[in-house]
């Protein structure tokens, strides 16, 4: 069965920083792309980076240069650094799984299909 917990979240004044983990199991790690998404409130989803089995990564022109994703395959998770917070990136977080093995799917979205229960990112003085 496959699992994505996420952790990491919480409050942080903008200006500060947070680092987000994700726990896998149940698939070959290895071998899959696996993005962040989030959610704002009433606002859609948005896939903010993504990372390929092979280490290539993916930005969305609104955290490009502040977030940084990255994967440890060893320990099947995958993280996100979140650096210069603003209000505006307060949102559940969630990792998201690749459909397929071995396909680099940059950041589109549809094409993640298992999510975790997401953790959420408040960012607020």
């Known amino acids: 069965e496959v699992q994505l917990v996420e952790s990491g979240g919480g409050l942080v004044q903008p200006g500060g920083s947070l680092r987000l983990s994700c726990a896998a199991s149940g698939f070959t790690f290895r071998d899959y792309a696996m993005s962040w998404v989030r959610q704002a409130p009433g606002k859609g989803l948005e896939c903010i980076s993504a990372i390929n089995g092979g280490g290539s990564t993916y930005y969305a022109d609104s955290v490009k240069g502040r977030f940084t994703i990255s994967r440890d395959n060893a320990k099947n998770t995958v993280y996100l650094q979140l650096n210069s917070l603003k209000t505006e990136d307060t949102a559940m977080y969630h990792c998201?799984?690749?459909?397929?093995?071995?396909?680099?799917?940059?950041?589109?979205?549809?094409?993640?299909?298992?999510w975790g229960q997401g953790t959420q990112v408040t960012v607020s003085s």
């Open positions: 998201a799984k690749g459909a397929d093995p071995f396909r680099n799917y940059g950041l589109r979205t549809p094409a993640y299909n298992y």
